[in-house]
């Protein structure tokens, strides 16, 4: 059995409404392990290290907004994926420097789609009953956000791929401060 490390992030909507034990605790329930953990505010730097502005990453968050926009037959309001990228990116760091965050590295079999699962999906409107975004974020939507002008506050991101892990956890972490037991 092939063992995953993956990144999370409580962000600062669930660390400021005091969720940090209740998360880690829904991780270690299913056996996955922390590997690494720390709090910190991050500054505008890292924030923009954690969302990069590049081709890849504007495509890639424009087209499930705009899958989800087309699911609910509502205009999505931008045609361009880098503009839209761009004000992305500024949203969301401008939601994840406002306070801090709890860096997490999780490491288990399949860690990367099991947290994924524990966590919910991406717009908690959307996840299913007992993921973290269902039971405490659940009536956050990409349409309540958007109309607002900010980032969605979905508590917590959780790496996507191996790569996003891998590209995730150094922006995140030294290699000193991860630990194997």
């Not at 760091?93 to 399949?110: D, L, Y």
Request: a negative charge; proline letters at 3%.
């Amino acid at each position: 059995m092939i063992h995953e490390q993956t990144l999370v992030l409580i962000k600062p909507d669930a660390v400021q409404r005091q969720l940090i034990g209740e998360i880690i605790k829904r991780f270690e329930e299913n056996q996955l392990k922390v590997c690494a953990l720390k709090m910190i505010h991050p500054n505008e730097e890292l924030a923009k290290k954690h969302y990069p502005l590049d081709e890849e990453w504007c495509k890639s968050a424009f087209e499930k907004t705009k899958k989800s926009a087309q699911e609910e037959k509502r205009t999505l309001g931008f045609s361009n994926h880098i503009e839209f990228g761009e004000i992305l990116q500024n949203w969301l760091v401008n939601f994840i420097t406002e306070s801090p965050v709890i860096a997490i590295i999780i490491k288990g079999p399949n860690a990367i789609n099991s947290v994924r699962d524990i966590v919910g999906a991406t717009e908690p409107c959307k996840a299913i009953s007992g993921t973290i975004r269902k039971d405490f974020a659940s009536d956050e939507s990409y349409e309540k956000a958007n109309s607002v002008g900010r980032a969605l506050r979905n508590l917590i991101h959780a790496s996507d791929s191996i790569e996003n892990a891998k590209r995730e956890i150094q922006v995140w972490f030294k290699e000193h401060e991860v630990y194997e037991y």
